[in-house]
């Protein structure tokens, strides 16, 4: 046997969260940024106007592109599964009010982030739109709960449970997750519905963050459940 780790020990310690069953009207489908914003093809407009070599920024961003249209896939289908068995769906959106940069939060003012939500790339994708009758949550920082009344909206529709799919797992969609978990709502997390800067981002959070504070499931997995 190998040396114990912290990381062994405290799995050996914990106390996983227990599974909890998804309910129509009792679980909500958040989506989470999924915009034209995190697609490889805006990332790439960023990168030649930062100077660097459209060839290499391509080859960068093939890897990554591919990773953003499996999560825009998957999340098409847990969508098209939530509308028709009756969930309730909230699309988050971030994006500023206007250009101008007073109108956004801090963090993305200091960080020169401002996207105005009717620029092209704050459009949601196409696969993945709200149709009428489903909330849109428009925010200007990184959690879904922040800045929002996301959360109000929720408890007075007696919500217990969110399903959590978009971008990105180490940025916005740890951000709300963690939040929600405070909240007191149980999580679940949708493994290949999302996806973060890196792969090796993503998968870290999955790592740290299953059945600590959320529950992870695929999408096939998801799919059955509802």
């Known amino acids: 046997m190998g040396r114990l780790s ?3 020990l405290f799995k050996a310690l914990a106390k ?3 599974d909890f069953e998804i309910r129509p009207r009792k679980t909500a ?3 989470i940024d999924m915009q034209k914003l995190v697609s490889s093809e805006a990332l790439l ?3 030649l106007d930062a100077g660097l070599s459209e060839k290499e920024a391509r080859k ?5 592109g591919q990773r953003v249209e499996k999560v825009v896939r998957n999340g098409q289908k847990i969508l098209r599964a939530c509308r028709k068995k009756g969930f309730d769906v909230m699309h988050i959106k971030l994006g500023a009010q206007t250009s101008n940069p007073r109108h956004t939060a801090k963090i993305n003012r200091k960080a020169g982030f401002i996207v105005p939500m009717d620029s092209e ?6 696969k993945v739109t709200p149709t009428k009758g489903e909330l849109v949550f428009p925010k200007t920082n990184g959690g879904a709960f922040t800045g929002t009344n996301l959360d109000f909206v929720l408890r007075n529709m007696d919500i217990e449970s969110i399903i959590i799919v978009g971008f990105l797992t180490d940025q916005c969609v740890l951000a709300t997750a963690i939040h929600g978990a405070d909240l007191g709502y149980n999580v679940l ?3 290949d519905a999302c996806t973060g800067t890196t792969k090796e981002n993503h998968d870290a959070v999955v790592r740290l963050a299953r059945d600590v504070f959320l529950k992870v499931k695929s999408t096939d997995e998801i799919l059955k459940c509802l």
């Not at 960068?60 to 990554?64: A, G, K």
């Not at 790339?121 to 196409?126: A, D, H, I, N």
């Open 29 to 31: 489908l958040l989506l």
């Open 121 to 126: 790339r704050g459009k949601f994708f196409e």
């Open 16 to 18: 996983p969260l227990p």
């Open 45 to 47: 407009k960023e990168a």
């Open 6 to 8: 912290m990381e062994d």
């Open 60 to 64: 960068t961003l093939r890897e990554y």
């Open 189 to 191: 997390l949708v493994e």
